[in-house]
Antibody
Framework: QITLKESGPTVVRPTQTLTLTCTFS??????????VAWIRQPPGKALEWLAL???????RYSPSLRSRLTITKDTSKNQVVLTLTNMDPVDTATYFC???????????WGQGTLVTVSS | QSVLTQPPSVSGAPGQRVTISCTGT?????????VHWYQQVPGTAPKVLIY???YRPSGVPDRFSGSKSATSASLAISGLQAEDEADYYC???????????FGGGTKLTVL
């Protein structure tokens, strides 16, 4: 059974860099076709896709945040790491990681982690 | 401003049928990518309700159905139940942006 869980700081200061880790089980990022994404949701607002990494290390980023985002994977540890630089209060959100399904949907999600940007 | 457009809210009485629309463009829904629907109870992670335009994952009641036509898609919920009260999001892929895109979400209220 597939599970994912996000971890990282709950509070980040403005201008700092956010680093979040997604630890998963039930699948391998070494397997052909597999992808893991990061998606965020500001309080009371809509979902926003941020980044996705494929089994072959192909990486895709949201055009609006590309300059600030980096996604990496550690296949041996079953982890995907997202960094977002130059954090601002508007980046306050619940950050989710999710498994990409074969129809380009996100079929399994982590519980999410709330990150607040505040001085 | 979300790439896919949904009505902010819909409502219906128990037992009724409601539909939620999702309007895109020729760069996303109209370009061929599938549309997927998620149900999110506040404070929890989204859950896939419909994938590949009209497929239901195991465990999702057949009261939920999806359709796609041209540059839009719809989620229909029949036999409305109190437990259906939640936020619903559509999602697709935008070929011009090379990005996965979501709708702005629709809050369903069961009267």
């Amino acid at each position: 059974q597939i599970t994912l869980k996000e971890s990282g700081p709950t509070v980040v200061r403005p201008t700092q860099t956010l680093t979040l880790t997604c630890t998963f089980s039930g699948f391998s990022l070494g397997t052909n076709g597999v992808g893991v994404a990061w998606i965020r949701q500001p309080p009371g607002k809509a979902l926003e896709w941020l980044a996705l990494i494929y089994w072959d290390d192909d990486k895709r980023y949201s055009p609006s945040l590309r300059s600030r985002l980096t996604i990496t994977k550690d296949t041996s540890k079953n982890q995907v790491v997202l960094t977002l630089t130059n954090m601002d209060p508007v980046d306050t959100a619940t950050y989710f990681c999710a498994h990409r399904g074969r129809f380009q949907e996100f079929d399994y999600w982590g519980q999410g982690t709330l990150v607040t940007v505040s001085s | 401003q979300s790439v896919l457009t949904q009505p902010p809210s819909v409502s219906g009485a128990p037992g009724q049928r409601v539909t939620i629309s999702c309007t895109g463009t020729s760069s996303n829904i109209g370009a061929g990518p599938d549309v997927h629907w998620y149900q999110q109870v506040p404070g929890t992670a989204p859950k896939v309700l419909i994938y590949g335009n009209n497929y239901r994952p195991s465990g999702v009641p057949d009261r939920f159905s999806g359709s796609k036509s041209a540059t839009s898609a719809s989620l229909a919920i029949s036999g409305l139940q109190a437990e259906d009260e939640a936020d619903y999001y559509c999602q697709s892929y935008d070929t011009s942006l090379s990005a996965w895109v979501f709708g702005g979400g629709t809050k369903l209220t069961v009267l």
